[in-house]
Structures are given as C-alpha cells and as structure tokens.
Nanobody
Framework: QVQLEESGGGLVQAGGSLRLSCQAT????????MGWFRQAPGKEREFVAG????????QYVDSVKGRFTLSRDNVKKTYYLQMDNLRPEDSAVYFC??????????????????RGQGTQVTVSS
C-alpha cells in the first residue's frame, strides 16, 4: 500500500503564495502519475493539476494556469504544488492522489489508486 500525506496548507492573503507538499510512504515503487484535487464547501471536488511519473508533462485546470506549478522529487518521494497569486476562490481542501500508471493522470479521482486526507487552504480577500 501507499500512503500520501499533504502538508503546507494554511491561511494567506489574496495575492500570496503557498507550497503544498505530498509525501508518499509505503510501497512507493507503485507511485506513477499523480495529481492534486480540491474541494470547497458545498462544491464538487475539482481536478487542479496532474503530472507524469517522470515529471516531463503536466496539466492544469484553466483557472490555475500561470499561477500554480506542479513538480515532483522521485528520490524524496515528495510532490509539490506551488501556488502563487492566490485568490479567495482558491480556498478549499486540497488532496493529492496517485496512481500506478506512469502516464499523465486523468482529471477523475475515481481513476487514482491512492489519495491523501487533505490540507486546508484559505485565502482571505
């Protein structure tokens, strides 16, 4: 099994930055592509960004393009979501998820094999 644990969430003013981390432990050789999702109160869970195992390809939801950057360190088994120029509408619980397939992961949580418990991000106006 693989365990994923997010960290780095918190409260920040609009225009500020946060870097979320996702640490994988356990059978990390099973971790391929991974992604970040978010869910705000009363809203559906939303795909934010995804990255291949190699880190060579990424994809982002339109609302975060140019502001969020996804990266990974396969030696440290840690995956990062750098969030800049944050907006109040970015406030949500952010989840990392991973799947065994090494390709660019799909924007559907149901197609991932592992997920973390989430970290809260709150952006004040």
């Amino acid at each position: 099994q693989v365990q994923l644990e997010e960290s780095g969430g918190g409260l920040v003013q609009a225009g500020g930055s946060l870097r979320l981390s996702c640490q994988a432990t356990g059978r990390t050789q099973n971790v391929g592509g991974m992604g970040w999702f978010r869910q705000a109160p009363g809203k559906e869970r939303e795909f934010v960004a995804g990255i291949t195992w190699s880190g060579g390809s990424t994809q982002y939801v339109d609302s975060v393009k140019g502001r969020f950057t996804l990266s990974r360190d396969n030696v440290k088994k840690t995956y990062y979501l750098q969030m800049d120029n944050l907006r109040p509408e970015d406030s949500a619980v952010y989840f990392c998820a991973a799947r065994r397939d090494v390709a660019l992961p799909p924007p559907r949580m149901s197609e991932y094999d592992y997920r973390g418990q989430g970290t809260q991000v709150t952006v004040s106006s």
